[in-house]
T-cell receptor
């Protein structure tokens, strides 16, 4: 079955850039997503990328996709304390509509 | 736009009772909604896919008689946990897939329902 992996924890200083990485195994993934979850809350869709794209930028967020290596990353520029949360990458494979999630990366932003 | 609500946000019930959780898409129509379960410090696990007007599709290992799903309209899906036990205590999150074709790949999540079974 499909498998999505992320590192569990990342700590950065306010103002620095954060890079959260994700690897997946399913080569038939069509869309890949980044979601943000704050404590006790649901998931907020941050951005997503179609599998035929290499990069997508949206304000402070940059998504890079290396399809050959099945590697997805999320870069947050000028990280703020309000960015502290858990970030999940997720994928949709061909023929399915439900998401398969990674384990989540807890981002801690230190002032 | 694309707001999904869940009700209740938190519920405590006694073992053996049933609990109903509602998931609503407030400003869009959703032919498909999903129910996920999240244990503390863990990721989301898909429980079932709820399609408007038809039976839900359950993931392997999820008991359909225990987790009853009804998707009666394009804006409402309900999950009923029947004969709840302490091991059913979890954070239940729904999501809705936007019906509009342009946003068809955008899945929006509710704020979650914390269920505690005593």
């Amino acid at each position: 079955g499909e498998d999505v992996e992320q590192s569990l924890f990342l700590s950065v200083r306010e103002g620095d850039s954060s890079v959260i990485n994700c690897t997946y195994t399913d080569s038939s993934s069509t869309y890949l997503y980044w979601y943000k979850q704050e404590p006790g809350a649901g998931l907020q869709l941050l951005t997503y990328i179609f599998s035929n794209m290499d990069m997508k930028q949206d304000q402070r967020l940059t998504v890079l996709l290396n399809k050959k290596d099945k590697h997805l990353s999320l870069r947050i520029a000028d990280t703020q304390t309000g960015d502290s949360a858990i970030y999940f990458c997720a994928e949709i494979e061909t023929g399915r509509r439900a998401l398969t999630f990674g384990s989540g990366t807890r981002l801690q932003v230190q002032p | 736009g694309a707001v999904v609500s869940q009700h209740p946000s938190r519920v405590i019930c006694k073992s053996g009772t049933s609990v109903k959780i509602e998931c609503r898409s407030l400003d869009f129509q959703a032919t498909t909604m999903f129910w996920y379960r999240q244990f503390p410090k863990q990721s989301l696990m898909l429980m079932a896919t709820s399609n408007e007007g038809s039976k839900a599709t359950y993931e392997q290992g999820v008991e359909k008689d225990k987790f009853l799903i009804n998707h009666a309209s394009l804006t409402l899906s309900t999950l009923t946990v029947t004969s709840a036990h302490p091991e059913d205590s979890s954070f239940y999150i729904c999501s809705a897939l936007h019906k509009g074709q342009r946003k068809a790949m955008e899945q929006y999540f509710g704020p979650g329902t914390r269920l505690t079974v005593t």
